[in-house]
């Protein structure tokens, strides 16, 4: 695998391996890979004939205040990880490779970046939605692999990409869980040991939506009232919200049907933390 800084590099190394008709995939990150990323890379790995991995921790994403000097970095385990994984490329830009003297440009994804994560995290998807944007035209892969643990995120990539016609496939990748259920994140790190053993709950909740639904429960109200009583009972956990809608505009659902969407997020200690499941209900 080799390690790829410059933007000209990267690019024509894609571009010649289009030329020669071989599927191109890339794999957006900011580093600190857990399980969830290496899925993402073998995914990858197994559906394209060359993968790059793209590792930047974009500073646009993070708002005032927030993780962006303390984010966990371990670039050496990273680009070990990423070989052991058969990566070919590890394209990991300096800030001012991505973001030159002079970049005043911004991608705004109306509506669906200021719902549900969007209302305590502002800059954040616009943050998301520059970058990627920028990367999808240097790294111009066929294929874009992302974690459905970025719920919210994955359905703004999906709009940005399909209204500005990038001509690339995005692939939702399933999250990837600890035996207790909590869905794999950089961010874990963060955690004490009492906080992780109460984190479980948010998954927990989920189940209990998952139970519902099974059921036949189809009033979100009662499905939310449910989750936010398992939540409540982790006095450590400070529930953030939770969303039951539909997955493609974001729109708050009061009957499921179709393609649903619960999600939460929640704080504990210092870490913030989202995760959710999609639902298909017909009835
Ligand atoms: O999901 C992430 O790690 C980041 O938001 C992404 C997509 C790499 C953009 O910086």
């Known amino acids: 695998m080799e390690v790829v800084t410059g933007v000209d590099r990267i690019r024509s190394?894609?571009?010649?391996?289009?030329?020669?008709?071989?599927v191109v995939g890339v794999v957006p990150t900011m580093g600190f890979f857990h399980r969830g990323h290496l899925?993402?890379?073998?995914?990858?790995?197994?559906?394209?004939?060359?993968v790059v991995v793209t590792l930047f921790v974009n500073p646009a994403q993070f708002g005032p205040g927030e993780d962006l000097d303390d984010y966990p970095r371990d670039f050496e385990n990273d680009r070990r990880l990423a070989d052991e994984?058969?990566?070919?490329?590890?394209?990991?830009?300096?800030?001012?490779?991505?973001y030159p003297e002079g970049f005043c440009t911004a991608v705004k994804v109306e509506g669906l970046s200021s719902v549900m994560c969007g209302e305590s995290r502002p800059c954040h998807f616009g943050g998301v939605a520059t970058v990627v944007a920028t990367l999808f035209n240097t790294v111009p892969a066929q294929r874009a692999y992302f974690g459905e643990k970025d719920a919210q995120q994955l359905v703004i990539i999906r709009r940005m990409a399909k209204d500005l016609d990038f001509p690339v496939e995005i692939v939702g990748v399933p999250t990837v869980r600890e035996p207790d259920g909590l869905a794999m994140s950089s961010r874990n790190a963060y955690l004490s040991e009492?906080?992780?053993?109460?984190?479980?709950?948010l998954h927990?909740?989920?189940?209990?939506?998952?139970?519902?639904?099974?059921?036949?429960?189809?009033?979100?109200?009662?499905?939310?009232?449910?989750?936010?009583?398992?939540?409540?009972?982790?006095?450590?956990v400070r529930l953030e919200y939770i969303s039951i809608c539909d997955n493609i505009y974001l729109s708050p659902l009061q009957e499921l049907s179709g393609e649903v969407l619960v999600a939460l997020a929640a704080r504990l200690g210092k870490a913030r933390l989202i995760d959710n499941m999609l639902f298909r209900v017909n009835w």
């Open 194 to 201: 009492e906080e992780r053993k109460a984190a479980s709950v």
């Open 85 to 98: 994984a058969g990566v070919d490329y590890l394209f990991s830009p300096p800030r001012e490779e991505m």
């Open 204 to 236: 927990s909740a989920l189940q209990v939506a998952a139970r519902l639904i099974d059921e036949g429960e189809a009033s979100a109200f009662r499905i939310e009232d449910a989750m936010r009583e398992v939540v409540e009972r982790e006095p450590l």
């Open 39 to 50: 899925e993402l890379m073998r995914v990858a790995r197994e559906e394209c004939d060359l």
């Open 13 to 22: 190394i894609v571009a010649a391996a289009k030329a020669k008709g071989r």
